[in-house]
Structure formats: C-alpha cells, structure tokens
C-alpha cells in the first residue's frame, strides 16, 4: 500500500531502473523491490496494444461527438443571450417612457434596467470563456498526420525501446 520509487543506476555502459518501496522512508531497507525492465516492458506491451489506429479512430468519433454537443450547447447560450438582450432593451424602455416626476418609480425602473444590465454582461463573459475553452479542434491535415504517426508508432516505439532494453 506504500508509495513505489523508481532508482536509476549505471551498469556498464547502460542505465536500468528498478522500482522499490522503502519501509517507513529508509533508503536501505526495502518491503518490496522490482525490476524496471519488466514493468516497462509490461507498459510497453500494454501501450502498443492500446495505441492503434483504431483506437485513435474512435478518439476522432467521440470528438465529432462532443463537438455536436457542443454547438448544441453554444445555440442554447446564444439563445439565452438573446432572450437578456430582449429584456435589457424592454428595461430601458420602460424607464426612458416613465415621467421624471416619479422619481420612486424611475429609480425603481432605473434599478431593474442596470440589474439586467448586468446580468447580460455576464451572460457574454460566460459565453466567451467557455467557447474558448472548447475552441480546438483538429483539421483534416492535422488528423491524417495522427493517422500516420499511430500507424508508424509501434516501429518507432519497437526502436526506441529495443535500445532502452538492450
């Protein structure tokens, strides 16, 4: 249940890793000790299984998902905005047609206006911080650059890891 540290060390002219768990933070005395080659081999495994063009296919499909959702969601911002924007404008209105005489009702008037004022304000900085969150998205070159670098990874990965494992 302990934390595991990973330990580098020199042997000849390679660098191996082991990972271990120290007892009660001593260095020297270990509960448990394994050898990195076995678990990065293992991840390795584990990785090319995972990493296939397949796979990255269907990251491409829940994206073209959620980017559906997403212009849903930003109709249904715009619309609200709209909706504010009405009620802003209907606001000023009635305030700009009451007698200045009725200073009770033109504050009162004056009040509702800067609170949907407001509001709107809101509204737009809402809008805008969450479609820039949102904003990317990958172009038709972009994802058969992915394509390729998935469909070319197992090589590459075998190359490096062949090197790292020697």
Same mark, same amino acid.
């Given at each position: $249940?302990?934390?595991?540290?990973?330990?580098?060390?020199?042997? $000849?002219?390679? !660098?191996?890793?082991?990972?271990?768990?120290?007892?009660? $933070?001593?260095?020297?005395?270990?509960?448990?000790?394994?050898? $990195?080659?076995?678990?990065?081999?293992? *991840?390795?495994?584990?990785?090319?299984?995972?990493? !296939?063009?397949?796979?990255?296919?269907? *990251?491409?499909?829940? /994206?073209?998902?959620?980017?559906?959702?997403?212009?849903?969601?930003?109709?249904? /911002? #715009?619309?609200?905005?709209?909706?504010?924007?009405?009620? *802003?404008?209907?606001?000023?209105?009635?305030?700009?047609? *009451?007698?200045?005489? &009725?200073? +009770?009702?033109?504050? !009162? +008037?004056?009040?509702?206006? &800067? /609170? #949907?004022?407001?509001?709107?304000?809101?509204?737009?900085?809402?809008?805008?911080?969450?479609?820039?969150?949102?904003?990317?998205?990958?172009?038709?070159?972009?994802?058969?650059?992915?394509?390729?670098?998935?469909?070319?990874?197992? /090589?590459?990965?075998?190359?490096?890891?062949? +090197?790292?494992?020697?």
């Amino acid at each position: $249940g302990r934390r595991m540290h990973v330990r580098y060390r020199k042997r $000849g002219k390679k !660098t191996t890793s082991d990972y271990y768990c120290s007892t009660h $933070g001593h260095e020297k005395t270990y509960c448990q000790t394994l050898s $990195g080659r076995v678990i990065d081999e293992s *991840v390795s495994d584990l990785l090319l299984e995972l990493f !296939t063009p397949m796979a990255v296919d269907m *990251v491409f499909q829940i /994206q073209e998902e959620l980017k559906k959702r997403l212009e849903s969601l930003d109709k249904m /911002q #715009k619309q609200h905005i709209e909706r504010l924007e009405y009620e *802003v404008n209907l606001a000023k209105k009635r305030y700009m047609q *009451v007698d200045p005489d &009725n200073r +009770l009702v033109a504050c !009162t +008037l004056e009040a509702e206006w &800067n /609170q #949907k004022l407001r509001a709107l304000k809101e509204a737009h900085e809402e809008y805008e911080k969450k479609r820039m969150s949102n904003i990317y998205n990958l172009n038709e070159q972009e994802r058969k650059e992915l394509i390729a670098l998935v469909s070319d990874f197992p /090589q590459l990965w075998n190359v490096s890891t062949s +090197l790292k494992f020697q």
